[in-house]
C-alpha cells in the first residue's frame, strides 16, 4: 500500500472545482482503491463547503486540496482563504427534508469523528481536514452501525 502524499491541487473557488475535485481524487486514489467512494465523498463535501462559506473575493483566491495516504487512513485537507464570520460545524438542527446542511455530519461519519480545523491566522484562511480510515470503528453503544454510517440513501456511485 502507498502511503505518503498522493495529490496536492489548487482550484478556483467556483463550484465547477468541485468535479475538478473528484477527478484529481479519482486519479490519485486509482480506480481500485477501496476508499475511493468515501474519499470522493468527503472531497465533494469539503470543497462545496469551502466554496459556498469562504470568504472570496481577491483575485488569485485558491482552495488547496491535499489528499495523503497513511498505514491506516487517507487524510484529506481543503485550505481556503475562512471566513470571517463562520466556523466550520456540524448543525444542531435541520429543518425535515432539508437538501443542504448535511456535508460536515457527512464527513463526521465518513471519518468516524476524525476532522477538525486549522486556522492560520487573521487573513491567512483555514484548513478543514479528516482521515478516512480503512477499518471503520465499531458504533458506539447508543447507536448502530447502518444509523451512524450511512443515515441517509448514499448515491449509487458511491455505495456504502
Not at 27 to 49: C, M, T, Y
Not at 93 to 102: C, H, L, N, Q, V
Request: some cysteine.
Amino acid at each position: 500500500m502507498e502511503t505518503g502524499k498522493l495529490a496536492e491541487v489548487f482550484l478556483e473557488g467556483a463550484y465547477e472545482s468541485v468535479g475538478q475535485a473528484r477527478r484529481e481524487t479519482r486519479q490519485a486514489l486509482g480506480p481500485d482503491h477501496v476508499l475511493l467512494p468515501d474519499v470522493v465523498q468527503v472531497v465533494s463535501e469539503l470543497l462545496a463547503n469551502a466554496v459556498e462559506h469562504a470568504d472570496h473575493g481577491l483575485v488569485g483566491d485558491l482552495i488547496g486540496l491535499t489528499l495523503t495516504a497513511t498505514l491506516d487512513s487517507v487524510h484529506v485537507e481543503v485550505s481556503d482563504p475562512g471566513s470571517a464570520s463562520r466556523v466550520p460545524h456540524i448543525p444542531r438542527e435541520r429543518p425535515p427534508g432539508a437538501r443542504r446542511g448535511r456535508g460536515l455530519l457527512i464527513v463526521d461519519r465518513l471519518s468516524g469523528g476524525r476532522w477538525g480545523t486549522r486556522e492560520h491566522g487573521p487573513g491567512l484562511g483555514r484548513t478543514v481536514w479528516c482521515a478516512i480510515p480503512y477499518v471503520r470503528p465499531e458504533p458506539s453503544a447508543e447507536e448502530d452501525g447502518a444509523e451512524r454510517f450511512a443515515p441517509w440513501p448514499l448515491p449509487a456511485a458511491f455505495p456504502n
